[in-house]
C-alpha cells in the first residue's frame, strides 16, 4: 500500500513548529504520515579550548528540540503517524535528502527581511531549486495590523 509521505523541516523554531503542525494536518487529510527532521551540525574542534560542546551534545540538542516539537503536533494530530529523525549536516542537503521519494516536503519560514536572505542565503530557497518533490513553505504568523488614524494600513 501507497502511503502519502510528507518530510517536515524542523527546527526549534515557531516557523518549524507551524510548518510542522500543517504538515501534520495535511496528512490527516490525506491519510499520510509525517517524517519530522532536525539538520545538526557541530563546527567546533573537538577537544579545542574554543569549542563549547561536542558532536554529542549538539545532536542531544537537535534531539529534544525535535522531541518538543513532534509532541506538541501528535498532541494536536493523534491519528497521524510521525516519526522523527535528527540528521548531521548542511539543513537544505539533509531536507531534500529525506525528501527523496516523498510526496511532499513542508518547511517553515522565519520572515526574514531582504537584507538576511541576500547575505545569508535561504534553506527554504535552495530546497526548493534541489528537491525533487513538491515544497510547501508555511509563512510566519504575522500580528494583526491596525488601522491607522487616517484609516490606511501599513503593508510590511
Known sequence: ???????VGVDGSDGGDRALRWAAQEAAKRGGTVQAVIAWTWD???GAVVAKTHPGEEQARAEQALSRSVIAATTAFPTVIT???????????????????????????????????????????ECIRVATCPVVVVPVARPAVEPTDAGVVPVS
Open 1 to 7: 500500500m501507497n502511503t502519502y509521505r510528507i518530510v
Open 44 to 46: 567546533g574542534i573537538e
Open 83 to 125: 516519526a522523527g529523525e535528527a540528521i548531521e549536516g548542511a539543513p537544505a542537503k539533509v531536507l531534500t535528502g529525506a525528501a527523496a521519494g516523498a510526496d511532499l516536503l513542508v518547511l517553515g519560514s522565519h520572515g526574514h527581511g531582504r537584507l538576511f536572505h541576500v547575505v545569508l542565503g535561504s534553506v527554504a530557497e
